[in-house]
C-alpha cells in the first residue's frame, strides 16, 4: 500500500477565521492527512491560549475530513518531519506576505529538503482577513461574523465583554 501523504498546515490560529478554514479545505483536497500545528512561541504574544486556539479550531474543523490538530513549540521544521509529513502549507494573500514566507520557505528548506513548502492561493474574498484585523474589530465591538465561524464570534464576544 502506497504510503499516506502527510501535510502539515502550521501557524497561531490567534483566533481561526474563514480564511484558514478556506487553506484546510482545499488542502484536504490534495492530501490524503493534514495535520494542523497550532504553534506556541514564547517570543510571540497571543490573545488566546494555546488551549483556547485549539478548541476553537477542533470547533471549527468538525466535519473536514482527514484533519487533525496538534500542537508544537520547537522548530517547525522538526515537528514536520516527526510527524511524517511531505509538505508544509502555507496561505498567501498579498504581497506582502512573500517576503516572510519566502524567507521561511528557504530557510526550512535548508534545513531539511526532503519536506516541500506549498503554497495555496488564498480565495479573493478573504485577501484582506487576517487574525489581526477580526481581533481589532470585536475589540471594538464592531460584528465579525463574516469572518469567523460562530462559536469563534462567541469566544470574541465573551473576551472582550460585548
Ligand atoms: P502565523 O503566525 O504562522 O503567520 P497565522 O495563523 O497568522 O499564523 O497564519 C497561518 C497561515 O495561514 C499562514 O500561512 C497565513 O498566510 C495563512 N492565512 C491566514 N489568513 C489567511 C487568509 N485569509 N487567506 C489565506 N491564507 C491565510
Known amino acids: 500500500m502506497a504510503k499516506a501523504?502527510?501535510?502539515?498546515?502550521?501557524?497561531?490560529?490567534?483566533p481561526v477565521t474563514y480564511g484558514h478554514i478556506d487553506i484546510i479545505k482545499r488542502a484536504v483536497g490534495i492530501f490524503d492527512k493534514i495535520i494542523i500545528a497550532v504553534g506556541e512561541n514564547s517570543q510571540k504574544k497571543y490573545l488566546f491560549s494555546l488551549k483556547e486556539r485549539t478548541m476553537m479550531l477542533k470547533e471549527?474543523?468538525?466535519?473536514?475530513?482527514?484533519?487533525?490538530?496538534?500542537?508544537?513549540?520547537?522548530?517547525?521544521?522538526?515537528?514536520?518531519?516527526?510527524?511524517?509529513?511531505?509538505?508544509?502549507?502555507r496561505g498567501l494573500r498579498a504581497v506582502s506576505?512573500?517576503?516572510?514566507?519566502?524567507?521561511?520557505?528557504?530557510?526550512?528548506?535548508?534545513?531539511?529538503p526532503k519536506i516541500e513548502t506549498i503554497f495555496?492561493?488564498?480565495?479573493?474574498?478573504?485577501?484582506?482577513?487576517?487574525?489581526?484585523?477580526?481581533?481589532?474589530?470585536a475589540s471594538l465591538k464592531g460584528k465579525v461574523s463574516d469572518f469567523v465561524p460562530k462559536n469563534v464570534e462567541k469566544i470574541l464576544k465573551e473576551k472582550f465583554n460585548a
Not at 500542537?71 to 509538505?87: Q, R
Not at 506576505?97 to 535548508?110: G, I, S, V, W
Open 60 to 89: 471549527a474543523v468538525k466535519g473536514i475530513g482527514s484533519v487533525s490538530i496538534e500542537h508544537f513549540s520547537g522548530l517547525m521544521i522538526d515537528f514536520a518531519e516527526k510527524k511524517g509529513a511531505a509538505a508544509i502549507i
Open 5 to 14: 501523504k502527510i501535510a502539515i498546515y502550521p501557524g497561531s490560529f490567534d
Open 97 to 112: 506576505d512573500f517576503e516572510h514566507e519566502f524567507q521561511l520557505a528557504l530557510t526550512n528548506r535548508r534545513l531539511n
Open 120 to 137: 495555496i492561493m488564498t480565495r479573493g474574498k478573504y485577501c484582506y482577513l487576517n487574525s489581526g484585523i477580526v481581533k481589532e474589530i
